[in-house]
């Protein structure tokens, strides 16, 4: 039963990322607030593994993969999605970026874990890219002059952070399929404490400012981004093939742009709907073939 809720709930969590990032810029400087977020995850999941009477790894290789995940998986892709947020990056357009995942996500899958996609699946790939384009592409042509240029190293930054997220699914799948996931988890969200913390001193002056909606915000980021949208990614990416998993992704920008058009009145015009028409379309293209894969070896 949680496998089969797992993705829709994955989406609807991890959709309200962005808007997190958006919320929280004006009380605290991003990377200060993730250096928080990840040390009260990572000290979360210490309470649950003393309750359960969970192990960590017993192995130095899977502290290293643990670790080193956490640093691809959250400092770099977080920290980079959050910096541009709070930079001004129109969060539509962060999702854009984001959805390139599914499709280097697919790629990489193929020739690093050997995995198949049929062509049906291949076309839901890029049917789902090309509404992602047609949705949000239109705010990236409204740029211009100092607007755009200010913008190009964001976009970089962004990128950046895509393709770390993407490395971190794929070095998931590959060497920390065993172990109790809470466990990897938790070695995630120390390497990731420990890759951010000096950057946010480096970089920032660490300002946060501890107010109701910031507390909130940090509460939510903690129990809803943190914990359970996170172990859901890790339970789909243990259960199921890593470019399918990786779809799921071009529902977040859809969904994000709704969310931003209901609590800060972003514009969603008619061509956004139709692009995230054909978004959902191509995701239901990858995962029905998928799913008859496995009813034809039955």
Known sequence: MLLRLAPVLFVLIWSTGWITARAAAPHADPLTFLAARYALAALALILVMLAFRIKL???PAMWVHGLFSGVLLHAIYLGGVWYVIAQG???P?????????????????VTWL?????????LGLALGFFGLVVALLPQLLSLEGEALTAASWLIVINVIAMVSVTLGTLYQKRYLQGGDLR????????GATLATLPFAFLLEEMNFALTLESGLVMVW????????AIGLLLLLIRHGAVSRVATLIYLI????????????GERLSLVAILGMTLT?????LVNRSKSEEKAKAV
């Open 89 to 91: 990056l129109a969060t």
């Open 93 to 109: 357009l962060s999702g854009l970026i984001a959805a390139l995942q599914p499709l280097l996500t697919a790629v990489l899958a």
């Open 280 to 284: 959902v379309l191509g995701v239901y």
């Open 221 to 228: 980021s903690v129990l809803g981004l943190s914990l359970a």
């Open 183 to 190: 466990a990897i988890a938790f070695l995630q969200y120390l």
């Open 114 to 122: 050997a995995e198949h996609l049929t062509k049906r699946q291949w």
């Open 57 to 59: 790894p017993s192995t």
């Open 253 to 264: 920008p859809p969904l994000v742009a709704v969310e931003s058009f209901l609590l800060f």
